[in-house]
């Protein structure tokens, strides 16, 4: 349980130590993530990392700030430059500029001592202008939820740096094919504290709360500002009952093939209003979708993807079910899609797919990593021994990967299909 010192703590992310190493080049940052990932707390740590240095903080949420930079940014910002040397400017929420991209650019080739960084909330408005007018001028960093292992440093520093090393060892297996199985005396312990992570997610103001009633109320909170009223009122969507709608409906099918005549039916939408929503809950780090794997690129396009949430706490406040693991219907879809979230964190640049054939075989993920093609099965089972599936097997029939991965609740193990290395791993150590 946190006590009331730790409340108002400073969390570190993984992010700051590359945020921190390119801090005095001339490039801008722009950071982007949902609301009440951190960004402004990121901002904070930067602020104090310039400490004696000519630094100016701006949120852009303050009417007044935005209207001034809005009607000269060049003047607004000269304003602040009243001493000699570099000026480093740190503006929150800054996706609230009209044309960001064009304003931070003249910014940007006119004040050669400032450096700029920014952060938002939409992908969309952030990557999109920044991209057209700042090539080669800015760097792009993602701020999510706090992932389970920002959670475990957050909570319990000795149980991180296990994880660290065993997540080490997942991870070298995935890059090169290395495998150190060893017994494992920690599950137990970090077992406990990833249902909690399942249960409410990564949010730092949740992760932060002492009970249960809070973490929901914190939730509730998150869902009314910014799903319900932020992203309606900012990208302007039409219909909110239809919008609210779509997204509970989502929320209920994390794991599973979108059917999109079946989401208009229930929403009583039709396909182009509801294309355009997960469009932008996918530019508003809400959602995020997955294409299948096939070796004809154009083929992906044309089939249905697979939905995830970037927070399970989230989204398990939109269906209204915070019971335990044990007890729900739906926990092998959350343990997937937590695979997808730490997959996605471990390979930020990577592509990740699913794969399914006509005759339904299917493996939950593949991992394209370093020319490699890695199939990586989800089975939240307590294994004896090593058990592989007749869907893991056809893939590697058909592709013949190097080496594949099963994630299970407890099992440590490896084994040789043909010519691939299948490892074992606990999902908590992904």
């Known amino acids: 349980m946190l006590n009331m010192s730790e409340e108002s703590r400073i969390f570190p992310r993984d992010v700051l130590p590359d945020l921190i190493k390119w801090l005095d080049r001339r490039e801008a940052y722009a950071i982007k993530g949902p609301r009440q990932s951190g960004k402004t707390t990121i901002l904070k740590i930067l602020q104090d990392k310039l400490k004696g240095k000519n630094v100016v903080f701006m949120n852009f949420e303050d009417l007044d700030v935005l209207e001034a930079f809005e009607a000269n940014p060049k003047e607004y910002i000269k304003s602040f430059m009243l001493k000699k040397g570099r000026y480093y400017f740190l503006m929150d929420e800054y996706h609230y500029v009209k044309n960001p991209g064009k304003k931070l650019k003249l910014l940007y080739d006119t004040l050669e001592n400032a450096k700029f960084i920014v952060t938002g909330s939409s992908s969309l408005e952030l990557s999109g202008a920044m991209a057209k007018f700042l090539v080669g001028r800015v760097f792009f960093f993602e701020l999510f939820p706090f992932s389970f292992h920002e959670f475990l440093v957050a909570r319990d520093e000795r149980l991180a740096k296990i994880y660290e090393e065993k997540n080490r060892q997942v991870r070298e297996f995935l890059i090169d094919g290395k495998t150190s199985i060893k017994r494992d005396i920690f599950l137990k312990e970090i077992t406990p504290l990833l249902n909690e992570y399942l249960i409410f997610g990564g949010y730092p103001a949740v992760i932060k709360a002492k009970d249960y009633e809070t973490k929901r109320i914190i939730l509730k909170n998150i869902y009314d500002t910014y799903i319900s009223k932020d992203v309606i009122e900012f990208l302007k969507v039409t219909d909110a009952f239809k919008y609210r709608c779509v997204v509970r409906a989502l929320a209920t099918l994390i794991g599973s093939l979108l059917n ?55 989204r398990n406040y939109i269906i209204g079910n915070f019971s335990p693991l044990e007890k729900r219907s739906d926990a092998g879809a959350i343990i997937e899609n937590f695979v997808f979230l730490s997959l996605r964190n471990s390979f930020p640049d990577e592509t990740i797919n699913y794969w399914r054939t006509i005759a339904k075989a299917e493996v939950d993920f593949v991992l394209r990593l370093n020319e490699q093609i890695i199939p990586i099965e989800v089975k939240y089972q307590t294994f004896k021994k090593p058990k592989i599936s007749k869907s893991l097997r056809s893939f590697i029939k058909t592709y013949n990967p190097e080496r594949a991965l099963i994630v299970t609740k407890d099992f440590w193990g490896k084994e040789e299909i043909e010519e691939t290395t299948v490892m074992f791993t606990p999902v908590c150590y992904l």
């Open 260 to 314: 999109y005549t079946e989401l208009c039916s229930i929403c009583q939408t039709y396909y182009k209003e509801v294309k355009r929503i997960i469009s932008i809950l996918s530019e508003t780090y809400i959602v995020k979708t997955i294409t299948p794997f096939y070796r004809n690129p154009i083929t992906e396009l044309k089939k249905n993807p697979k939905i995830y949430f970037f927070d399970l706490g989230l």
